[in-house]
C-alpha cells in the first residue's frame, strides 16, 4: 500500500487549501483513512479521520474549520482546511488504518501505512 499526499503550500492567515491523499491498491474502501500533522519540535499530533462507513471525527483544534472526506472511486482522501491560522503550520501526513487495527484512531500506533507528508504554512 502506497500513499501520495499532495497540495500544500504557502497561504496567508484565514486562507483556505485542500490537501489529497491517493492510496495504490484496490481495498482502500475498506480502510479508515487519518491525517496527522508535525510541527518542528513537536510530535506528530491527529487531525482527522474518516471511517469506511463515512463517519468522521476531528480533533478540537481543527473542528468546524476542517473537513475530512473520501472519493472510494478515486482511491483519494482530502481535507478541506479553512480559516487557516500560523498554528496550523506543520508537515501533514496522510494515513490509512485497515479494519483489524484495534488501536486508538487518534494515535499514530492506529494506522498501519502513512504517505511521505506535505508541508502546509500559514503566514500571519
Known amino acids: 500500500v502506497q500513499l501520495q499526499a499532495s497540495g500544500g503550500g504557502l497561504v496567508q492567515a484565514g486562507g483556505s487549501l485542500r490537501l489529497s491523499c491517493v492510496v495504490s491498491g484496490r481495498t482502500f474502501i475498506s480502510y479508515n483513512m487519518g491525517w496527522f500533522r508535525q510541527a518542528p519540535g513537536k510530535e506528530r499530533e491527529f487531525v482527522s479521520v474518516i471511517f469506511w462507513s463515512g463517519a468522521t471525527y476531528h480533533a478540537d483544534s481543527v473542528k468546524g474549520r476542517f473537513t475530512i472526506s473520501r472519493d472510494n472511486a478515486k482511491n483519494t482522501v482530502y481535507l478541506q482546511m479553512n480559516s487557516l491560522k500560523p498554528e496550523d503550520t506543520a508537515v501533514y501526513y496522510c494515513?490509512?488504518?485497515?479494519?483489524?487495527?484495534?488501536?486508538?484512531?487518534?494515535?499514530?500506533?492506529?494506522?498501519?501505512?502513512w504517505g511521505q507528508g506535505t508541508q502546509v504554512t500559514v503566514s500571519s
Open positions: 494515513a490509512a488504518r485497515p479494519r483489524e487495527n484495534r488501536e486508538p484512531p487518534t494515535t499514530t500506533l492506529g494506522y498501519d501505512y
